[in-house]
């Protein structure tokens, strides 16, 4: 059997060569697989031709941009997305995790941050935090005018429309429909959710509630299903009933 199948493929997404060449060699000696790719062309030539478990993408890359690859790759493959940015590009990191990234790292960077970053995206990916409840025997979960289909990961509407959900929104929703009308703090959703501790002004919980709402339809500034508590956090205040 080919040992090459039991390891993570990772592409790399970056129009500097030095860097395409030193995070592939660094990757492949730890144990991972390694492309790479110059722009989104290629990157797609690249999903196309062959499975890829993660994507590490620069933000700025020659023609379409990172921010606008992040987004499709977030709603059509539905890859895990680490992106890359340059110091200073909050704004840009910002909207990165609006579009679906499950991370980003900040240029310049140590290759073994990015290796951690990979490996624990790629766990969140795969399976719940240790202290998210296990999904419900038929995958199926209702609240509002909502199904959660925990096995296809996506949200179904009344009307039949499939909505896809990233990594980071399915975790993030799970969280709240296993903890109904219970006050969460920024703290405990960063945790629950990626198994990070929150850094000073760290905004990714708020980023990632708004982008949840606009899934759900639930305006941000009157919220029905998930409403801010002011100086506490947020509370899911729909009542939830999953299918047994």
């Known amino acids: 059997m080919n040992n090459e199948t039991h390891k993570d493929h990772i592409l790399v997404v970056d129009d500097d060569t030095e860097i395409r060449q030193l995070l592939k060699t660094y990757l492949e000696k ?22 890829i ?9 020659p023609g379409e941009s990172g ?12 890859i895990p997305v680490i992106m890359l940015t340059a ?20 240029k310049p960077f ?20 240790d202290n998210l409840d296990q999904a419900p025997a038929k995958g199926l979960i209702y609240f509002a005018n909502w199904t959660l289909d925990t096995v296809a990961r996506h949200l179904i509407s009344t009307d039949e429309v499939v909505v896809p959900l990233s990594g980071g929104e399915y975790r993030l929703l799970r969280v709240f429909l296993d903890r109904p ?18 850094l000073p002004f760290d905004r990714s919980i708020d980023v990632q509630v708004g982008r949840l709402r ?29 299918e047994a």
């Open 30 to 51: 730890q144990g991972l697989r390694a492309s790479t790719a110059i722009d989104g062309k290629t990157m797609w030539r690249m999903l196309d031709k062959t499975a």
């Open 87 to 106: 110091l200073g590009e909050e704004t840009d990191r910002i909207v990165g995790l609006e579009m679906g990234a499950d991370d980003y790292l900040v």
């Open 214 to 242: 606009r899934k759900l339809g639930d305006d941000s500034r009157e919220p029905r299903l998930i409403k801010t508590v002011r100086s506490a956090g947020y509370v899911f205040t729909e009542t939830v009933r999953a």
């Open 67 to 78: 921010l606008s690859l992040c987004r499709k790759l977030c709603a059509n493959v539905q």
């Open 53 to 61: 478990d993660l994507v590490v993408l620069d933000l700025m890359l």
């Open 181 to 198: 009308n219970r006050v969460l703090s920024r703290d405990q959703l960063l945790e629950l959710v990626s198994g990070k501790q929150a």
């Open 110 to 129: 140590n290759p073994r941050e990015l290796l951690a970053r990979i490996h624990s995206v790629l766990r969140r990916a795969r399976a719940f935090p």
